[in-house]
């Protein structure tokens, strides 16, 4: 039995991301793995979408600003080289612990390495901080091919840990995707898409939630995008038996 630590859509927000990792006990104050990470008693899971900051604010401290603009050159700069530090110590950390130290492939850590789109928020903010097109900086090549290894899903016996959600469209982040509202509303429209997946349990993100991670124990999904909130999900996993989830709970710290 493996205890198994799942934190939502990081969002360039590492400070936090680090914080829940120490209230964990997965993470010391250095950011290396700790004793239960190194043996593989404890596995932790990112869920993806390490990049781009939500809102302006989150961008301005992240690049040190008053006032964050995206058409300026000197703000994608700072913004890009900030992530970029803080990528590399997410890496050491993963590298430390592979077997236990699990990062999904989200949409927005997709679009920095396979760039075809432009994305933004709903408040009409545009990600460029990594597109040299629009006067950003690329991600170092070594990032990118780190990046590139991450899968798009992982599955515990007949849990699944995804970014969007239990369909295997939604797997990849294409024209389609972007197209359909299904990868933001399916957990309340169709949550019946983890018992046709054939899933005893799913945890996804991608999809901000307030007030909390959502836990829907009917159908048996967790939607995990809160860190925002302080929370993380905790769950307890055989990898080698196909046994009911034990232990699930939303964490705060």
Known sequence: MHKFIAIGDVHADFDTMWSALRAASCADAQGRPTLPVLTGLYQVVLIGDLVHP????EYGRLAGVTRFEV????????????????LEALK???????????????????????????????????????????????LPAHLRAWMRNFPRELRVASVQFAHASPLPAHLYYDDLFYADHG??????????YV???????????????????????????????????REYLELMLDAQQATPVQGVRAVPF
């Open 183 to 192: 990868p933001k509303r399916w957990f309340h429209e169709s949550p019946e």
């Open 195 to 229: 018992d046709m997946a054939g899933l005893s349990f799913g945890i996804y993100g991608h999809t901000q939630i307030e007030g909390g991670i959502l836990l829907n124990e009917t159908h048996r999904f967790a939607m995990i995008d809160a860190l925002n909130s």
């Open 54 to 57: 939500k809102n302006e604010r």
């Open 71 to 86: 058409d300026n050159p000197d703000h994608l700069y700072y913004a890009a080289t900030a992530q970029i530090r803080a």
């Open 92 to 138: 050491a950390y993963q590298e430390a612990a592979p077997h236990a130290v699990h990062i999904i492939l989200g949409n927005h850590d997709d679009v920095v390495i396979n760039p075809q789109y432009v994305l933004g928020t709903s408040g009409g903010l545009r990600h460029l901080e990594f597109d040299p097109e629009h006067g950003g900086l690329a």
